[in-house]
């Protein structure tokens, strides 16, 4: 008979290929993509064996999951430079307050630091991630 953790794993590992298949949609590179890093991510865990190391990481598996759904969009090109976002139900549409509200040498910082590391070949300050 298979463990509960286990069976929590597999749901958790079903439940993000799910979403991703959802999010992704027809962006077979993408979802390619994000599948290959999930089977990557759970297979490091195999042999967990501490069930707190195993909830915390079945909980991120869940934040993942729910974070892809809602703030997640794709836009689809239709041509001369103009794009379709593809928004889902689950997609949380919230409003720019926040940003009209912030002053504007806080948004002159961010910028001029990821301005500068792409300009250096650093991609990791304006994309999360290094090329």
Do not use: W
Not at 95 to 115: L, P
Request: with cysteine; charged share 30%.
């Amino acid at each position: 008979m298979t463990s509960p953790s286990k069976q929590a794993a597999i749901s958790a590992y079903r439940n993000l290929l799910k979403t991703q298949r959802t999010v992704f949609g027809e962006d077979v590179k993408a979802f390619n993509a994000a599948k290959k890093e999930t089977y990557t991510r759970f297979m490091q865990s195999k042999d967990e064996t501490n069930t707190d190391v195993l909830e915390k990481k079945l909980k991120m598996a869940d934040q993942v999951a729910t974070l892809l759904k809602q703030n997640v969009l794709q836009g689809v090109s239709k041509g001369d430079n103009t794009f379709k976002l593809r928004i889902t139900k689950d997609t949380v549409l919230g409003d720019n307050d926040s940003i009209k509200n912030s002053k504007n040498s806080k948004r002159k910082t961010k910028r001029g630091r990821a301005a500068a590391a792409t300009d250096a070949g650093d991609h990791s300050a304006c994309c999360g991630h290094s090329h």
